[in-house]
Every structure is written in C-alpha cells, then in structure tokens.
C-alpha cells in the first residue's frame, strides 16, 4: 500500500512562506492528491487538490496564497504556501482526494510572530 510522507512544515512569521513536500512510496500519477490540513479543535479541510493532469483547485481561504504542483516522475506533491497567516496554523497532510491511503505523520506549520 502506498505510504505518504509529509515533510517541510515549520516556524514562520506572519507574511511569510515555506514550501511543503509529500512522497509516495508508489506511483500516484494517475491519483487526484490533495492536501490537507486540521488545526486544534477542527475538523481536517481539503487546502489544494491536484489532478493527474496538474488541474488544481483551492478554498477561497487559501487561494491566491497557496499553490499546489507534483512531479509524477518522483511520486511527488508539492504545496506552496505564501502570505501565511496565524490562522494557518495546523498539521498538513496529503492524501488522495477519496482518503483511502493510511496517512502520513503529517507535517506541523505554525505561524507565529
């Protein structure tokens, strides 16, 4: 079964970005991914969903901030993530669109001053 790894979350101040990776341990390019995030408290939320084809599509909360690509070749998802705001503070995770791959540890993001 394919495993998911999260990585590149951090400590960033208001305004700032950081760059977020996902790697299958298989092939997902014929898979829609998308990426995930849940705060304290809340429910997981859909933040960027990417087709095979590199469709992507966001949340009003996030769009024109985030941007999602993948490098199928390297079983890959990217999401970046610019003008962070507090209220982007979470664990992000990637999976498919259905959820039907175990999920990753996640990655932490937190933005702070």
């Known amino acids: 079964q394919v495993r998911l790894v999260e990585s590149g979350g951090g400590l960033v101040q208001p305004g700032g970005s950081l760059k977020l990776s996902c790697v299958a341990s298989g092939s997902i390019s014929r898979t829609v991914m998308a990426w995930y995030r849940q705060a304290p408290g809340r429910q997981r939320e859909v933040v960027a969903l990417?087709?095979?084809?590199?469709?992507?599509n966001y949340p009003d909360s996030v769009k024109g901030r985030f941007t999602c690509s993948r490098d199928n070749a390297q079983n890959t998802v990217y999401l970046q993530m610019n003008s962070l705001k507090p209220e982007d503070t979470a664990v992000y995770y990637c999976n498919t669109l259905d959820q039907s791959r175990p999920w990753g540890q996640g990655t932490q993001v937190t933005v702070s001053s």
């Open positions: 990417i087709t095979s084809g590199g469709s992507t």
